[in-house]
Each structure stands twice: as structure tokens, then as C-alpha cells.
């Protein structure tokens, strides 16, 4: 049996439109009759205004929907305990 190193892979990669819009289908009607709900729009907001708005994570998922993830910002000081990697690479003139 030889390797295979590269290229498509059994059961691998996301799943087909069909298959998520059948999973969505199923968790919102599984949602419509947890709240009592007609409408798909009407479950969705007792959804979010139920579940999600109870928790911080819950908040910070439907704040990233709306705004879009924060830009992440890395700190290049690299401080630690007094020490400075700033003052290892020294540029520029040195007296």
C-alpha cells in the first residue's frame, strides 16, 4: 500500500452545502419547538435572547458576528523580570 502524502482525503474537509443546511434545518426546528416558536426568525431571536445574551462567551460570539473578530496585536517589548531584548540588539550609534 503506498503513502499518500498529499491531495484529497476520505471524509475529510468541510461538508456539502446540502449536508449543513440539513444539520441547520434540524437544530432550528429541534430550537422553534424548545421556545414555542413559528417561524424561523422568531426562533432564531428567542435563541439568541435566551441563550446567548445569558453568557459572556455567548455575548463575545454574537459581538464577532456582527463587528467581525478584533485584529490581534502581538507586544514585541519581550520584558521579562527587567530584562530587555532591546537592549541585546542595540542599532544605531553607540557611545
Known sequence: MEKIKGGARPNAGRKSKVEEEKVNNIFVKALGELYNTETEDETKI???KGTLMESQRGQLF???HIFGK???IIEA???VNDFN???????GNQS
Open 46 to 48: 428567542a435563541f439568541v
Open 62 to 64: 454574537i459581538a464577532e
Open 70 to 72: 478584533p485584529k490581534e
Open 77 to 79: 517589548t519581550h520584558n
Open 85 to 91: 531584548i532591546k537592549d541585546i540588539f542595540k542599532v
